[in-house]
């Protein structure tokens, strides 16, 4: 652990983990994020533009990129905050790393919109990008926290509809909103931002009247029909580190390729500290390089092919 990590690490414990215990108000919750964002880097030359369609897309890329591949990506916020531009650092670090343009989508919040609006807000946003000439193939999926758990049951629903990306990458998704993961207990003490004892209340305006294993909002009890590659990343010390467990699991029975990368000690989403921490930089690389592997992979089938 780097000293900068053991630094944030007691910041987010003894400052922001209380903060969250308390607060029931989805509104001072906004707020507190959009404050929060303003201290995430956004990297230079970083292009931001917004596609106000039926769901705005914001297109973020920098000046060297790819405009033949797109990732499209679901930010985190537990479904009731958030949003493409509290994201906008990591999504330009992303941008900036990969070479790619990033599509961050601007769903639809809970509880005012609870589940299954943020799954339709994703399709729609997909069908967006279809619409524009991109092929399947040349879309990659991504999102941290509620936003990969979004991403992965986008996954289940565009493979059973034969739209399979070339793959998907999500940081500390949260995939069982039935919240029966083993290290909701065993990482109680140890997670220094996720209180567990407010999780059911944030479930319950997340839900509506929906059930808590509805794969919609659940990917963990989806089906996968021949899932494309999978990088999850998740830290040691999460309250939701079964939850990526468990959907690795889910997906390599179903024969999928999964990665899954358990970082030690990092707490939930540190990818976005990427400029504060090493360990950010690091794990952003690690997606440079999963990327990379997404892109040579189809540039070798297509070969094959021809």
């Known amino acids: 652990m780097s000293l900068a990590l053991r630094l944030f690490t007691q910041v987010m414990r ?32 970083v292009l931001h533009l ?6 705005p897309l914001h297109w973020i890329s920098v000046r ?13 916020g537990g479904y009731i905050t958030g949003s493409p531009v509290t994201h906008l650092g990591l999504a330009g670090r992303i941008a900036a790393l990969t070479g790619l343009q990033v599509a961050s989508v601007d769903y639809r919040l809970a509880p005012e919109h609870p589940a299954p609006a943020a799954l339709e807000d994703a399709k729609a946003a997909h069908a967006e990008i279809l619409a524009k ?25 565009l493979c059973a509809r034969g739209l399979a990306p070339a793959g998907l990458f999500a940081f500390s998704p949260w995939t069982d909103l039935a919240m029966t993961g083993d290290s909701l207990a065993a990482n109680e003490g140890r997670d220094p931002l996720l209180p567990v004892r407010r999780m059911p209340d944030l479930v319950q305006m997340v839900l509506g ?14 089906h996968f029909d021949h899932p494309p590659p999978v990088l999850l990343q998740v830290g040691s010390v999460e309250i939701l580190l079964d939850d990526s467990r468990r959907i690795a699991e889910v997906l390599r029975q179903a024969g999928g ?22 360990e950010a ?11 990379a592997r997404l892109r040579i992979s189809a540039l070798s089938a297509r070969q094959g092919g021809s």
């Open 14 to 45: 003894w400052l922001v983990q209380p903060v969250l215990a308390t607060s029931s108000d989805p509104g001072k919750a906004r707020r507190g994020f959009r404050l929060m964002a303003r201290f995430l880097r956004v990297p230079p030359d």
């Open 209 to 222: 009247a929906m059930d808590a294993r509805d794969p919609r909002i659940s990917p963990l009890y989806a």
């Open 281 to 291: 930089r690091l794990a952003l690389l690690e997606v440079r390089d999963f990327v």
């Open 257 to 278: 390729e999964v990665t899954l990368a358990v970082w030690p000690d990092c707490p939930h989403v540190w990818q976005m500290l990427d400029g504060y921490l090493p």
């Open 133 to 157: 000439g991109y092929p399947p193939k040349r879309i990659i999926l991504s999102g941290d926290s509620a936003g990969g758990g979004l991403a992965l049951a986008l996954l289940a629903d």
């Open 64 to 76: 060297r990129r790819n405009a033949d591949w797109v990732i499209l990506y679901l930010h985190g």
């Open 50 to 55: 917004v596609d106000r369609g039926p769901v």
